[in-house]
């Protein structure tokens, strides 16, 4: 636990988070600690109150911890929307009692949102480790008919019972592990922005998220099984991912270019047989797709970089706006792609200057991200094992529309990835030819 202790001196919003088997029975103790006096409601669904939070209530009582009535969604069809933030708030305003979210990522999103609208702190009660948001700053809510992050604390503490955990259903703790996997590309999308000096690695965000990543993520069957050190070394690596981002007030340091496949995805209303896809289930094929990506740029010899080629085929800023424009032409977010293009839009001259860079110090950039990047085949084999999707069908993405995605994810956010080297570089459409044309991963 020492990654966690040393991480949570780094957090800004947790004040205490303990993990280990057993130990739900501490969660009165753990309340009393961080919110003396104080009441409490427990915030959960149908099923998680059942699997945990019925048994945090009863210990609440018998501990003496006054408590408004639970508030249970009872929605089968609970998603992290806002018309749900709505409900809670609405409950919250009545009484100055702190929430106690008893869920996963969608009971602690609406959670975390209610509770910042109503001007309080909230504890959270893992029941599967399923997602880096526990302990993240942020909320993942679905408004105005599109998935935004929402600025808003993380819980003031944490618990997660691994005895739990290894008995949540395996596409949830499947998720999670496709979730943390991302921390590598997403590393690797660090790495570039670095190394061309657009957004230079936070050392101390990088050292909570990378490591001990690749340990993490070492024991896909273990985790599948529910065996106590996997599910223990996957709960701190997603706990640790949250608190990275509390550091830097950032997602940087966990969400690259594979999470923008899984905005867009969220963005245009995609679901599979009429049923929302898991954002950890979204970003495993979309951790594939960038891997794949990094695998064709490791074979790129950028130290002969045609930088006047580059260049010429750079828009200017007005090319730019109409290229971004049309590309959301028709959809729910026409804007998007001209205002978040805009903001990381380089002139000429100083993408001549980045793609020098790229040019005479290739084999460090080469070297460093070999280290960090997990070969497609060996990504794809343990995600498989862990249950997690490998090919978009898995999740209703066609082959047609995973090659339109490299093209449109670079649009939707100014965080600087392998898709906007990619396009600055000119390699872009060759790259997709290679994956998607004959004996591609995903030939058309």
């Given amino acids: ?20 088997q057993d130990i739900l029975k501490e969660a009165s103790q753990l309340f009393n600690q961080q919110f003396a006096g104080k009441k409490a409601i427990i915030v959960a669904d149908i099923i998680t109150f059942g699997i945990a939070g019925k048994a945090v209530a009863l210990q ?82 679905t408004a105005d008919g599109a998935k935004q992050t929402f600025n808003c604390p993380a819980p003031q503490a944490c618990l997660a019972d691994i005895d739990i955990l290894s008995n949540a259903p395996t596409e949830m703790t499947a998720s999670g592990y496709a979730d943390l996997f991302a921390k590598i590309t997403a590393g690797a999308d660090w790495i570039l922005a670095d190394a061309l000096k657009v957004e230079a690695i936070d050392e101390t965000a990088w050292s909570i998220v990378q490591d001990g990543l690749h340990e993490a993520l070492s024991d896909p069957k273990g985790t599948k099984n529910g065996e106590t050190e996997a599910v223990t070394q996957l709960t701190e690596g997603l706990m640790l991912g949250g608190f990275a981002m509390q ?9 690259g270019a594979e999470h923008q496949f899984s905005h867009l995805w969220n963005m245009q209303h995609h679901l599979n047989n009429g049923e929302h896809i898991s954002h950890g289930f979204q970003v495993s094929i979309g951790t594939l797709a960038i891997t794949a990506l990094y695998d064709l740029v490791l074979k790129t010899d950028f130290g002969n970089l045609d930088i006047k080629a ?39 001259q100083a993408l001549e200057i980045q793609l020098e860079t790229l ?83 995903w030939e058309i």
């Fill in 247 to 255: 550091w830097s007030k950032s997602s940087r340091p966990a969400s």
């Fill in 310 to 348: 580059a260049l010429a085929q750079w828009p200017t800023k007005d090319e730019l706006k109409e290229q971004s424009l049309a590309i959301f032409k028709a959809t729910d977010f026409p804007e998007i792609g001209w205002q978040e293009t805009s903001a990381k839009y380089t002139d000429h």
């Fill in 1 to 20: 636990m020492s990654k966690v202790t040393t991480a949570l001196k780094s957090a800004s919003e947790t004040k205490a988070l303990i993990i280990g």
């Fill in 359 to 441: 040019k005479s110090n290739w084999s460090t950039i080469k070297e460093r991200l070999t280290k960090q990047i997990v070969p497609f085949e060996e990504a794809k084999a343990r995600l498989a094992t862990v249950g997690a999707p490998t090919e978009p069908e898995h999740i209703g993405i066609t082959r047609k529309e995973l090659k339109e995605t490299f093209v449109r994810a670079q649009y939707i956010r100014r965080r600087f990835t392998i898709l906007d080297l990619a396009v600055r570089t000119g390699y872009l459409d060759q790259w997709l030819d290679q994956l998607f044309g004959k004996d591609g991963i």
């Fill in 60 to 141: 609440f009582e018998v501990n003496q911890i006054k408590q408004e009535d639970a508030f249970i969604y009872t929605d089968p069809e609970l998603y992290a929307e806002y018309k749900y933030v709505d409900e809670l708030v609405a409950v919250l305003k009545q009484h100055e009692a702190i929430p106690v979210a008893v869920g996963s990522g969608t009971i602690n999103d609406l959670t975390k949102l209610a509770a910042h609208l109503t001007n309080r702190p909230y504890m959270c009660i893992a029941t599967a480790a399923s997602m880096d948001g526990y302990t993240a700053f942020g909320a993942s809510i």
